[in-house]
Every structure is written in C-alpha cells, then in structure tokens.
C-alpha cells in the first residue's frame, strides 16, 4: 500500500541558504510519527516545506501518491495536508468561533463545516463554551486546542504539528497530548508532528525521526529510540 506521505531526496532552505539536506520520510496512513531535533535543525522548515509555504529545491513530496511540492499552499491544504503553526498564530481580536470558521475555508458545503465544527467542540468542549469570546483571552493551552480545533476545521487527512508543548506548562502540555491521544482514538487520524520535548513526543507518537543539521540521524519506533544510548544521553537526560 502506497503510504500517505512520502518524501524522497528533500532539499530546501531559505534563498541561497540550504537547510534541509536531502531528507526522506514517510507516515503510513493511521500512524501518528514525530521529528525530533535540537535548536535550528531545521524541524519547522521541514513541516512548512511540506505545506508549501517554503519551497523545495530538489526532491519529492507524495501526498497519497501525488506529487504535491509544486502546488501552492492553499491547494496543498485542500489536498488534505494541514499545518498547525509554531507558536499557534490564532487571530486574537477574532472570537473562538471566527477563528474555528477561518479554519474552514478549503470546506465548500455549508452542512460538511457544521458538522465538523460539531465533530471539533465535542473534541474540545472548552471551546464550544468560550465560542464568543475574543481567542486573546484564552489561556496558552486553551489557545493550542484553539490552533488544532482550526486545523481540524480544515478536515485534514494528515494534521501537521510543530511543537504543540512550546511555551505551556507541563500540566497544560500533558493536557495537550491527551486532547491529541483522543483526537487519535475518536478518528484515526494520521499525525505528523515536530517537537522538542522528545519525552512527550516518544511517549504519543509510533516512530520518530531525528533530524540535525538538516539530516535525518537516526529513526525508529518509539520504544527503539527511548531505549537507544545517544537518545537518551542527548535527549532525555540518562
Ligand atoms: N525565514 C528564514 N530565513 C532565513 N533563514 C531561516 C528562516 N527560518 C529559519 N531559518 C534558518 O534555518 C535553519 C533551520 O530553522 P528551523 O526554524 O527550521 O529550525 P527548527 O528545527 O524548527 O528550530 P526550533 O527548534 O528553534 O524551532 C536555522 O539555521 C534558521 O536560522
Ligand atoms: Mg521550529
């Protein structure tokens, strides 16, 4: 069976500057897979590469089979790839239910974006509460289940994330994963996502990839690289 996301040989960066060295990666469809990496590795230009808001220089990115690296972002999206962003980017002076119908926009049937803003409060029942209220005076967690509800609005096939843990308290990080490890079990849906606490990441996701220096270093299952030395002398502090 074809995997969901496949990428061959991926080279981009910024200008003349190479950041991703040839990179490939593949996420069966149902797998939720994560990309781990130190500082600058290079992790959020990898995820926005594969949104199309940076572009490739040199390889390929299969979505279902397609090539999709040509496609412009808003394309990309309505091929079913969705990006939560770094650090969220919610619009703050929108309230939640704006931001959640911003989210919609690859969705044309009006009944297809009631149902899934009905899918996404049951999912996250905070946010059918404060629907009204301005997303600026949601808290940093509440603001990430925000950012993902708007992701799910898009009706993704593969949800990107790039380190949803950033910045949150580790009782709202742990929140976070729960709403994550639910979202998994409610739908099935295949996660790619990138994170720097490699502790959480291991812990939720099926396979993990390293990235340094803008090359994969290593990969595996979760429990191969929790028990692997370099990761935990690196990584978890063993
Ligand atoms: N817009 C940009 N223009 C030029 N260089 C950039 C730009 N964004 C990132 N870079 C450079 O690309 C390299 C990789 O950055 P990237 O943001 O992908 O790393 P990262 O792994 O996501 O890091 P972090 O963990 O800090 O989020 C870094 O050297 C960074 O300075
Ligand atoms: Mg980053």
Known sequence: MKPLLQVDKLRAGYGAVEVLHGVGLRVEAGEAVAVLGPNGAGKSTLLRTLSGLARAAAGEILLDGAPIQALPAHRIVGAGLVQVPEARHI??????????????????????????????????????????????TLSGG???????????????????????????????????YEALRQLRSASGLTILLVEQDVYQALDFADRAYVLQNGEFALSGSSAELRNNDTIRAAYLGM
């Open 91 to 136: 619009f703050p002076y929108l309230t939640v239910l704006e931001n959640l119908r911003v989210g919609a926009t690859p969705v044309r049937d009006p009944a297809h974006k009631e149902q899934t803003l009905e899918r996404v409060f049951t999912l996250f029942p905070m946010l059918r509460d404060k629907a009204k209220s301005p997303a600026r």
């Open 142 to 176: 509440q603001q990430q289940m925000l950012a993902i509800g708007r992701a799910l609005m898009g009706r993704p096939r593969l949800l990107m994330l790039d380190e949803p843990s950033l910045g949150l308290a580790p009782r709202v990080v742990e929140e976070v």
